[in-house]
């Protein structure tokens, strides 16, 4: 594939595309839905730009639905730290023998 190609042609089902706070969009790969006390958390990882270092951190949002009738769902960033480290707590238990984690 050409460098210049933009992922274009690549497979997109576990990328999800969001804007940051400059509208700039930024491709997160989909690593799971964690469920925790009856609400639903994604976790993503920023996909590498060309030339940046691979190894990143997750981000965990919490899934919010927006409309009932077209199923959009929207992300909302979580500001409660012990709410974060419960959900890293189950992704680490369900992936640990695919990711090495890093404390």
């Known amino acids: 594939m050409n460098d210049n190609e933009n992922y274009e042609g690549e497979e997109l089902d576990n990328v999800v595309i969001l804007n940051d ?3 700039n ?3 997160f790969e989909f ?4 469920e925790l006390d009856d609400e639903e958390y994604v976790v993503l990882l920023p996909m590498a ?3 940046e ?3 990143g951190e997750v981000v965990i949002l919490k899934v919010e639905d927006t409309d009932e009738e077209s199923d959009e769902e929207s992300y909302v960033s979580v500001d409660d730290e012990d709410t974060l480290n419960k959900v890293f707590e189950i992704f680490k238990e369900k992936f640990k ?5 890093v404390d």
């Open 21 to 23: 706070e400059d509208g």
């Open 53 to 55: 270092d691979e190894e």
């Open 97 to 101: 023998d695919d990711f090495d984690f």
């Open 31 to 34: 690593l799971d839905l964690v």
């Open 25 to 27: 969009e930024v491709r």
């Open 49 to 51: 730009e060309e030339g």
